[in-house]
């Protein structure tokens, strides 16, 4: 394989396939293209490339990048540009264009799109269960500990003082979300909780750059990840159309699903996932407008904790 082969292979992988392209030192500049053909015949002047500085390749978006697995759809021709169906809600793609009536027109498109449209915002606070019990060999063995406990106080009475009718509590069905999901219920009494399988914690996607602490075997990810994917599809998406107020949630649940969940969600490559670190018992809250729109308020906050309450097991 050639050096700049080998190149434009590196900088495919470390950016996902999503970016449009990468600057590598080399000794000097490639030649420019040839002319593009024009669909009806004769030649267009390619246009201008972007200036480098001295000694920089720029590398063109690779064809040959690696793929993905199967269940993460990619936008054809993403390359930083948001897909406002991501969440396949958006309402013309709700609806048949070639049904449109042909004597009401585009009055009567309107409003179908307007019946499609979703009208209220959900807030998603995925919170990270509290500290563990590490030399539990099974799920049931893996109770908190008795600072996970005070840090599960703590971020229920965070959740509590934000003054918010939060709709529901969705967990996941391990020991130590379902404890922490306990303690934090008591803080919003009437809140109604809701188990689950697909929150469990488990190995999202393959992570890049790889890590060497840490290496599930392939069949890890291949289940894992579809589960975590479904996940996502079911949580995260903008409102249901009969949804009339705005909405908060809670999913309580573990560091790598949230990770992966905030990739997804704001259409980052998702193999980024193992980049950000999260605290036991910390706060990420997430936005999803009726337009589809995302956005992220925090992150891991945990600055309602004393500093010696902290933990990142």
Same mark, same amino acid.
């Given at each position: 394989?050639? +050096?700049?082969?080998?190149?434009? *292979?590196?900088?495919?992988?470390?950016?996902?396939?999503?970016?449009? /392209?990468?600057?590598?030192?080399?000794?000097?500049?490639?030649?420019?293209?040839?002319?593009?053909?024009?669909?009806?015949?004769?030649?267009?002047?390619?246009?201008?490339?972007?200036?480098? %500085? @001295?000694?920089?390749? *720029?590398?063109? %978006?690779?064809?040959?990048?690696?793929?993905?697995?199967?269940?993460?759809?990619? %936008?054809?021709?993403?390359?930083? /540009?948001?897909?406002?169906?991501?969440? #396949? #809600?958006?309402?013309?793609?709700?609806?048949?264009?070639?049904?449109?009536?042909?004597?009401?027109?585009? !009055?009567?498109?309107?409003?179908?799109?307007?019946?499609?449209?979703?009208?209220?915002?959900?807030?998603?606070?995925?919170?990270?269960?509290? @500290?563990?019990?590490?030399?539990?060999?099974?799920?049931?063995?893996?109770?908190?500990? &008795?600072?996970?406990? !005070?840090?599960? !106080?703590?971020?229920?009475? #965070?959740?509590?003082?934000?003054?918010?009718? /939060?709709?529901?509590?969705?967990?996941?069905?391990?020991?130590?979300?379902?404890?922490?999901?306990?303690?934090?219920?008591?803080?919003?009494?009437?809140?109604?909780?809701?188990?689950?399988?697909?929150?469990?914690?488990?190995?999202?996607?393959?992570?890049?750059?790889?890590?060497?602490?840490?290496? &599930?075997?392939?069949?890890?990810?291949? !289940?894992?990840?579809?589960?975590?994917?479904?996940?996502?599809?079911? +949580?995260?998406?903008?409102?249901?159309?009969?949804?009339?107020?705005?909405?908060?949630?809670? +999913?309580?649940? =573990?560091?790598?699903?949230?990770?992966?969940?905030?990739?997804?969600?704001? @259409?980052?490559?998702?193999?980024?996932?193992?980049?950000?670190?999260?605290?036991?018992?910390?706060?990420? =809250?997430?936005?999803? #407008?009726?337009?589809?729109?995302?956005?992220?308020?925090?992150?891991?906050?945990?600055? /309602?904790? %004393?500093?010696?309450?902290?933990?990142?097991?």
């Amino acid at each position: 394989m050639s +050096f700049r082969r080998a190149l434009a *292979l590196a900088a495919c992988g470390l950016a996902g396939g999503s970016v449009l /392209f990468s600057a590598v030192a080399v000794s000097k500049q490639p030649a420019r293209g040839d002319a593009e053909p024009r669909p009806g015949g004769g030649s267009a002047a390619a246009p201008p490339a972007p200036a480098a %500085p @001295q000694g920089l390749l *720029l590398l063109p %978006p690779a064809a040959s990048c690696p793929p993905g697995p199967g269940w993460i759809e990619r %936008p054809a021709g993403s390359g930083g /540009f948001w897909d406002s169906n991501w969440d #396949r #809600r958006e309402p013309l793609a709700l609806i048949n264009l070639k049904k449109k009536n042909e004597e009401t027109g585009e !009055e009567e498109l309107s409003s179908r799109l307007e019946h499609c449209r979703a009208r209220a915002t959900r807030h998603i606070f995925l919170i990270r269960h509290s @500290q563990y019990n590490l030399d539990g060999r099974a799920d049931k063995d893996r109770t908190l500990t &008795p600072l996970g406990r !005070e840090q599960a !106080e703590l971020t229920g009475h #965070r959740l509590a003082s934000l003054g918010l009718k /939060f709709n529901q509590i969705i967990h996941s069905s391990m020991t130590r979300a379902t404890e922490t999901t306990e303690i934090i219920s008591k803080y919003l009494p009437g809140v109604k909780k809701i188990s689950t399988d697909l929150l469990r914690e488990g190995a999202p996607i393959e992570p890049d750059p790889p890590v060497s602490h840490w290496k &599930p075997d392939a069949v890890q990810y291949y !289940e894992d990840g579809a589960r975590i994917e479904a996940a996502f599809r079911n +949580f995260i998406h903008r409102a249901d159309v009969k949804q009339e107020e705005d909405s908060y949630e809670i +999913f309580v649940c =573990h560091a790598n699903v949230i990770r992966y969940i905030v990739c997804r969600a704001l @259409q980052f490559p998702p193999e980024g996932w193992l980049r950000m670190s999260l605290n036991n018992g910390s706060i990420t =809250h997430l936005v999803i #407008r009726p337009n589809g729109r995302v956005a992220l308020r925090t992150l891991g906050d945990t600055g /309602f904790m %004393p500093p010696d309450k902290i933990t990142r097991t």
